[in-house]
Each structure stands twice: as structure tokens, then as C-alpha cells.
């Protein structure tokens, strides 16, 4: 993960290019865009692939997300990744001012149309959410006016029915909070979709997002993983609306269904640091890469063992500092 409007980002991605590293993700929320800082990055590297996690549906319209795909996939040398989200209700209607609605339809369609796009053919999609051109207006069916190009597409899905279209229609799926002795919890809906859609989940790219955090003995990892344990706190708390956590959906599913309702419990009745100390501390050790080499091997064994093919990196600190952790946390990789 990268942010490349900070100071160093550009000379991070070079370096991350010159070790091996396999490819570059750039975050999107409410702040800078995705797609813009990915287009400087393109034109300082050659060869890593550069993908945005993730793009949120219903913030560009989905012929414009296949145009801007298709100009970074030129740019860059056919080395675009486009990840996308459906993101939820307070985002969607309280900054983009775009209803929350069926979001498992508007990823398909999403993709139908970004697909429709990429391959250069007349824009006409008989969609629930994107009926296009609109019907009884003045629209026309247009030929998109770029190079036909193939623009891999990667969805952040948690819940059973976005995890079973991913399998079914998407190239990557970007996982959230993956753990890897739980990860059929995620892996099994994917599965089912891939298969209905006659092929395997091999076929797609698992990516696990993780905190890398390499210590030099126990007591400062269970440190770190207690302090990434509190972090979930707000995600618990904070991030649902209408009674409804995707989140929370998802950890409940992965076994912590009572201890995630104490927290949010405790977060909404004001008392935030019981609800920090609450969240339970497999959530902050499980769902990242904090210990010792030898420990950090041996989970980077069992996200290999659950089907995971892709760990990607969250990194704190200066590029100098980020850049020397990512050197030894390939050298973990490789040995495993």
C-alpha cells in the first residue's frame, strides 16, 4: 500500500520495483483520488503492476471508471489493476450524494460495463441499475473512443453474496480482516461463485491486506497486536449505519460475533477506550504480520496454506524505514 503524495513515495516505488516487489496499491476513501496518484507512479516505474484499492462504485459513473481504467492501463504499459467497493451509505450518500442501493447488482453490472468498454464494443447494457442507454431519453449507444485493452478487475468483497460474484466474474479478490485459519469463511462463497461460472478459484488473484510489523521478541509483537486490536474499535463502533456493520457481518462470521457486539456497544455509549480494551487481541494478530521472523514465517505458511496468493503490505513509518521492512519481509516470504 502506498499513498503517493507524500514525500519519498515516488523514490518507495522505484526501490519496491528494484527488490521484486510484484505490485503497488493506492488507497481511495474520502481524501485524494486513487487514480491520479497511480498515473504519477506509472510514469516513475516500468514494470510493477499498480492497482487501486479500491475505487468506490457509484463515484464515477461505470463507462467513465472503464475509460480512466483504460488511459491508466495505456499509460502504464498494461500494468493497471482496477480494484473497486461498493464502499457503504454514510460515504456513499453523505460525501458522493449516490442512494446506497443493491450493491451486489451495481458491482455486477459495474463490471459488465467496464468489460463492455474494454473491449471497445457499442455501450448498450439492458442493466437494473445501469440501463443504458437510459430508456425513453435521448441517449445513443456509443462506441467508445479507445484502444480495446484487457483491465483485470479486483473486488474488496466480505459478505456471501459479493464474495460468490467475485468468484463468478472478477480477476482478484481483495480480502479484509483475513484470517488465515477462518479464511474459508471467505474462501468457500468464493468458490461457489468461481464454480457456477465453470471455473476454480485458482482462477483468481487472493489478496490479503496486512499490517507488517517485524519485532524482535514476544512481548513487543503482543504489544503491537493489542495496538492493532484497538484500532478495529472505530471500524466496530463507528462504521455501520442503519443498524447494519459489513464489518461486524464479517467478524461475526469469522467467529466473534458475541466480543464484536460488546464493542460496538460500548463505542456507541461513549466509552471508547473499554471498547478499544474489548476488542478481542486475535483480531489485531490474526488479521496481520507482527512478530518475530520465525513467527511471521510461519503465518505467511498458513495464508499460503489457506489459498491466499497475494499479501499485500501496509506499511508506517518513513520510506526509508518501510523500504528496509519490506526488504526483510520479502526475505521472510522467499524462505517460508
Do not use: C
Not at 270 to 278: C, P
Amino acid at each position: 500500500m502506498i499513498e503517493p503524495r507524500l514525500p519519498g513515495a515516488a523514490d518507495f516505488a522505484v526501490a519496491a520495483e528494484r527488490i521484486g516487489v510484484d505490485s503497488l496499491w493506492v488507497p481511495e476513501v474520502w481524501g485524494y483520488d486513487a487514480l491520479t496518484g497511480l498515473a504519477y507512479l506509472a510514469a516513475k516505474t516500468s514494470s510493477i503492476k499498480l492497482g487501486t484499492f479500491v475505487v468506490q462504485l457509484g463515484s464515477r459513473s461505470p463507462a467513465l471508471l472503464a475509460t480512466s481504467a483504460l488511459s491508466l492501463q495505456e499509460l502504464s504499459g498494461g500494468r493497471f489493476l482496477l480494484g473497486v467497493g461498493t464502499s457503504g451509505p454514510r460515504v456513499m450518500e453523505g460525501w458522493h450524494g449516490v442512494r446506497f442501493r443493491k450493491p451486489v447488482q451495481t458491482t455486477r453490472e459495474t463490471i459488465e460495463i467496464v468489460r463492455i468498454v474494454s473491449r471497445g464494443q457499442r455501450l448498450e447494457h439492458p442493466g437494473e441499475i445501469y440501463p443504458l442507454p437510459l430508456p425513453d431519453s435521448s441517449g445513443a449507444a456509443l462506441r467508445p473512443q479507445v484502444r480495446p485493452a484487457d483491465v483485470p478487475v479486483y473486488v474488496a468483497a466480505m459478505g456471501p453474496l459479493n464474495l460468490r460474484l467475485t468468484g463468478e466474474l472478477a480477476d482478484g479478490w481483495l480480502g479484509n480482516a483475513v484470517i488465515a485459519e477462518a479464511a474459508d469463511v471467505y474462501l468457500g462463497p468464493l468458490r461457489e461463485g468461481a464454480e457456477k461460472a465453470g471455473r476454480t478459484i485458482a482462477d483468481l488473484d487472493l489478496v490479503a491486506p496486512v499490517a507488517v510489523e517485524i519485532h524482535d521478541d514476544d512481548a513487543s509483537a503482543n504489544a503491537a497486536a493489542r495496538r492493532h486490536a484497538d484500532g478495529y474499535a472505530f471500524t466496530i463502533g463507528a462504521m455501520g449505519a442503519d443498524g447494519r456493520n459489513f464489518y461486524n457481518d464479517a467478524f461475526s462470521r469469522l467467529g466473534y460475533g458475541a466480543e464484536v457486539q460488546a464493542v460496538a456497544e460500548l463505542w456507541q455509549a461513549g466509552k471508547r477506550d473499554e471498547a478499544r480494551r474489548a476488542v478481542p487481541l486475535d483480531l489485531g494478530r490474526l488479521t496481520n504480520l507482527l512478530g518475530t521472523p520465525d513467527a511471521l514465517r510461519e503465518r505467511v505458511r498458513q495464508y499460503r496454506a489457506a489459498g491466499m496468493t497475494t499479501l499485500l503490505a501496509k506499511l508506517d513509518g518513513e520510506p526509508a524505514s518501510q523500504l528496509v521492512t519490506l526488504e526483510r519481509l520479502l526475505e521472510i516470504v522467499n524462505s517460508a
